[in-house]
């Protein structure tokens, strides 16, 4: 029952993407088996290994009609590439298979839920509707009633064509739910977040608009994402149109994280918090999935549609990355986020130095590579004189560097990718507030080739950007504006 469209994807993935190199690819961050990826979808655990589907297009480093690209691991960390799963193959996703999610079902089989988007001509409109697929972690065939949840579900005032990226969740007594990013029709149209229910996760029913924006994070609310952590509850999404606040909100596409609690009566979600969920400048659609050890795991593209580069592909048959999976916890009702604790396991050749005192630029013998993992805290080397700005370089020669530098007395951390590749002159910067715990400030910066994750603290902030940088240039050095003193740990990763 596989269909002619889908076949052919998977015929050009086959021979398309072995014409690319292993080491023009990031090596444990999943990229496009070929061509076109955006969002992560259908993030889960289903017989023995992890499912990460993605919103691809093979053809082209462009985006264009989705497919569901998929891949699998034991790690989170090696991905294989398997066969694309969904094509827009039916009538009624033929303009595209958007995002979504999957869940095991009780009698073995793998649920897919998505969005189907398809073009109502006497009309002139596109349309979003939600449809499921079911199969065996391979091959999935739709189901012949989709739409399950076409545009007749939604309550009144909401658009026909905004409405998508379905998340689907079981509960403890076997019900079955999902949140949809819906939209209010005419201007503004700010973004709502729909609760649907299921006894069975075929036949779905309306539930609440469970949390609306009040025009304060953007417009249109995509990639919605909800789950009980610590305690509270979580609300992912990623807002359009976003206006900038102070340094924790940046113009355009954003992710916003509100924490608070759900209240199970009324199907209504009240916030008390909020954040941003990465201050960097490559971020965007996060989903989670919830491990078979109880760990809440999030990954998302590590792209916005903002900083989308084609010219940073430079022939490159791919584009498009996802970031490293990361382990959310909630404490004083703020996101964390830690790397997943399987990189622990491919560490190697430690280096390490401490106390080491830094006054201008520093090279340090052993520190460099692009695949690799360096821990770095640093302090002013008399309490009551602090240093005035504190960088590190990396991804450095004499052409390129990356550069993270924080400054203590404005307590802002800031990375600049200027010189790291790109062509272009959309943002190469930006800039967090951070809290120095005891003015010292702790980083764990995470490098795969072309991208770098910063995890400051404890993981309570993360600031994440691709660079495009040869790979060729592989050097640090460590730059102290006064005097500063820092320990540094550096492991190669894999
Ligand atoms: C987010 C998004 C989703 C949509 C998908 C289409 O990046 O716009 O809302 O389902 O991309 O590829």
Redesign the pocket.
Known sequence: MINQKLLFARDYEKKAGKKIGDESRPKFHLSPCVGWM??PNGFSFYQGEYHLFY?SNPYDTV?DT?HWGHAVSRDLLRWNYLPAALAPDEAYDAE?C??GSALPLADGRQLLMY?GVRREEERGETIQAQCIAVGDGRNYRKYEKNPIIDTSALPEGMSRSDF??PKIWQEEDGSFHCVA?ARRSGQPGLGAILLFGSPDGFSWKFESVLVENDGRFGRMW??PDFFALDGKHILLC?PQDMLPEGLEYHNGNGTLCLVGEYDKAEKKFRWEKHQAVDGGIDF??PQTMLAPDGRRIMIA?MQN?ETCDQNGTDGKKWFGQMTLPRELSVKNGRLYQQPVRELLACRSNKVEYHGIFVSGELVLNGIEGRVLELELTVRAKEAENPYRKFSVCFAQDNTYRTTLSYRPHESVLKIDRTYSGSRRAYVHQRSSLVSAGNGELKLRLILDRFSAEVFIGDGEQVMTAVIMTDLSAKGFSFIADGEAVMDVIKYDLF
């Open positions: 955006n969002d919103q985006w989705m595209g958007f995002s969005t998508r990226d990013g995509e990639c990623s965007y659609a593209w549609w």
